[in-house]
């Protein structure tokens, strides 16, 4: 393998597979809610990479059910709880804590993995988060997408990268491992500026990196720019190239936990490269790149 694949790191590290179940614990986010906007990110939609984000069921109902579906389906015994859906941080400690407790009932989750924005932690929540690790280990999922501030305005992101460094640092002092969301082929940036951004987040001593292609989903401002072809997608081709790019500067120790990412097919606009049934194919045309070049993550590190 050339990479640092988020798979075998389980494997290697639990000793046998394990699976993440994507969990929506009724968060919501304050790009939605009129804190800071009522429309969001110009691609959210998060029905589109979770079922549960429409649904109904509790929290206990989603888990228990994942798992035992799981098991059965995958033949796999090991879980991670991933809060997913929206901002998993965005609310009071004291119900963060509730939240976050339902995972310690059930001895097949090894891990707890939570989605945020670097602008809805503090101290008080980070504390809550690392005292999770003396139990099970703990993954904070940071969704930066730039480090451009004007590529971070252009996508109502609502927050700048500054945050984002003030929450690393934060973040860093505790034993909570740290993931990063970075996106590929955002409106006006070009192939450089997203490897300034892996380069920057390369420099920070992260722990695990998720790499995501710029796709058009229904129901969002950017499918509105799509249809008034006010942007333009990302060839599979280009971005096969940027990641083994992206790849090669990151430091070998960095987990991938994402290649592409994938919508299905109710959902997705364009481009069609990242439907669901896709996404083994570009891996597999992103391993090819890399075998034909000869290089490796962190080959251009010297």
Known sequence: MRYNNFSSFLKNKYGEKVWKISLHAGFSCPNLDGTLSDTGCIYCNNQAFNIQAGGSQSL?????GSIQRLKKTRKVNKFIAYFQTFTNTYAPVETLKKTYDTVLQYPEIVALSIGTRPDCVDKDKLELIESYSGTIDVWLEYGLQSIHN????????????QNFLEAIR??????????VHVIAGLPGENRNDFLHTVQAVAELGINGIKFHPLHVLKDTILEKMYDQDKITLWSAEDYVEVI????EILPESVVIQRLTADADKPFLVAPEWCSKHKKMEVIRLIDKKLEDRKTRQGYGRG
């Open 60 to 64: 206990d109902e989603q888990i228990r």
């Open 170 to 179: 934060l973040t860093r002092e505790r034993n909570i491992s740290i993931c």
């Open 150 to 161: 004007h590529t971070l305005k252009k996508i109502n992101r609502g927050h700048i990268y």
């Open 244 to 247: 083994c790019d992206a790849l």
